[in-house]
């Protein structure tokens, strides 16, 4: 590629052959050299996008050709609703009732939908309902063309900021399904499809007739609901909302406040995630029938979980032993961001009743179901299990004792923190742990200086675990092993003596 500097090299060689002008060139006059400047600024920036679009195809390094790679992996810049939980009370003499779908607004103008509501709330008395945060909008369309693989485009709420969340499509016979990219669609089954193009404009596509899916005709009319979200909003706890509406004497008589965040919202993903996405040839499709993938279909669908263990039958009759209320259950363990340590138990095997799923959980069930309803789910409580660790390192006089346990501290919480150690079933490789502490901290690399790690279980008294050496563990999978500021004992000295180095 070649660069201003370049050019103006190549100027400053070829001036001569114009006397009049190389005298004012040298001379530095501002009308010489401001049309040359110019030019040379011009070429160099033709020049570094001709290098960019060489290397496009291996590289995609552009904002358009990284949105044009998104539409062809069937990427939808699609919005999560936050999900709240309302404690909602009734200060009239009568019982007061609210429906699932009425609106409220909070103190910033959003909107959000009750999503489950508390049918009567007696007079005085408090009820608990769950809200979204998202705006209905419904398209009717009338299909003018009849063209195979027909598309409706999804039109975006100008200026206000809100991106799509969710749609349904519906007609005189009912509601349609949706069926991404077409995998096991028969022809004449009632199915869409959602797709975004190179400039992230949202299309709804239908099928071919007698191929795939069902081709709509002329005249047929389609109404599109379409849900949008702010995506990423976070209400302050203990805020207010107020009905949009009152329907009826009792509603101005209902206070509602925000006393927990149930599902944290998400935005469309960024460009500079979708840049980092199109240097990998393909990405996951979706569903968990590849290897029983729960695990990272659960992630993928909710980013923000503390924890999560997935796992089958097999593990935990391994675990706790043969039973036939085990046959064709998947066993899920997990802590939502917003969930409290208390909903964390030190007793393994606690079940959690259907009735008391929380809408986190409510969620993942049904996600589940989504890719595979022949499984049944069964939630069972997190166990808490920091554990304790011990480490002793030596280093040479140079350096400060304190500094280097500061730093290792660091890097150990960072690495098997809570926040970092997520999954069930995490084991601790004592040669990982060395080599992370040597790579990020050269003292104890050095020649004369040692370091030492020693793992037990939450007791460090009692005797300790198998894992103290080997880093594997019998605990159950729901277990949560990680290490806490407090389980965490570093011992650094001084070895008395330098290292052989020039000048010391």
């Known amino acids: 590629m070649l660069t201003k500097a370049d050019f103006q090299r190549s100027i400053a060689d070829t001036i001569d052959r114009y006397p009049d002008l190389a005298a004012r060139y040298r001379a530095s006059d501002p009308i010489i050299l401001q049309h040359l400047e110019a030019i040379a600024t011009m070429l160099a920036m033709l020049s570094q996008s001709l290098d960019v679009a060489q290397s496009e195809v291996f590289t995609k390094a552009r904002d358009t050709t990284v949105l044009a790679d998104a539409a062809m992996r069937g990427i939808v810049p699609k919005a999560r609703p936050a999900r709240i939980e309302i404690t909602v009370k009734n200060t009239s003499t009568t019982p007061a009732r609210i429906e699932t779908g009425r609106a409220l607004q909070d103190a910033r103008g959003r909107p959000w939908v009750v999503v489950a509501g508390d049918n009567i709330i007696p007079a005085g008395a408090e009820a608990t309902i769950h809200a979204e945060q998202r705006t209905r909008v419904q398209l ?47 022809a004449g089954d009632r199915v869409y499809h959602v797709e975004a193009d190179e400039r992230q404009r949202l299309y ?21 609901r379409l849900d949008y979200s702010y995506g990423d909003v976070t209400p302050a706890l203990d805020s207010t909302l107020a009905l949009t509406s009152v ?30 996405l199109a240097r990998y040839p393909s990405v996951y499709n979706h569903d968990a029938v590849y290897l029983g993938e729960f695990d990272f279909l659960i992630r993928r669908k909710f980013p923000d979980l503390q924890f999560l263990s997935v796992w089958n039958e097999r593990i935990e009759e391994l675990a706790r032993g043969a039973s036939v209320d085990n046959i064709n259950v998947l066993f899920v363990a997990c802590l939502g961001a917003d969930d409290t340590e208390e909903m964390a138990t030190s007793s393994p095997g606690t079940v959690i009743e259907h009735q008391n799923l929380t809408a986190l959980q409510i969620a993942i069930g049904e996600a589940i179901a989504r890719a595979d309803d022949s499984y049944r789910v069964r939630f069972l409580t997190p166990v808490r299990a920091p554990q304790t660790w011990r480490i002793f390192a030596m280093i040479g006089s140079a350096y400060l004792p304190s500094v280097i346990e500061q730093r290792i501290r660091e890097v150990i919480l960072g690495k098997y923190g809570a926040s970092a150690m997520r999954r069930g079933g995490a084991n601790f490789a004592l040669q990982d742990i060395y080599a992370s502490l040597r790579a990020v901290i050269p003292e104890i690399a050095e020649p004369g200086a040692d370091i030492a790690v020693q793992i037990s279980g939450p007791d460090f008294d009692a005797e300790p675990l198998c894992g103290s050496a080997h880093g594997v563990f019998d605990d159950p999978p729901e277990t949560w092993r990680y290490v806490a500021p407090d389980t965490l004992d570093v011992t650094v000295c001084s070895m008395g003596a330098t290292p052989p180095a020039w000048g010391w």
């Open 204 to 224: 709804v596509r239908f099928g071919l007739r007698h191929v795939v899916g069902t081709q709509p005709r002329v005249g047929d009319r389609l109404s599109i």
């Open 140 to 186: 009717d369309y009338t299909v003018v063309r009849d063209e195979p693989f027909h598309a409706v485009e999804v039109p975006a709420l100008s200026g206000d900021g809100q991106r799509l969340a969710g749609l349904s499509v519906l007609d005189d016979d009912g509601e349609w399904a949706y069926a991404e990219r077409y995998t096991n669609v028969a």
């Open 247 to 276: 329907q009826a004497p009792n509603d101005a008589f209902l206070t509602f406040k925000m006393t927990a965040m149930a599902i944290a919202g998400q935005d469309p993903i960024a460009i500079d995630a979708l840049s980092t």
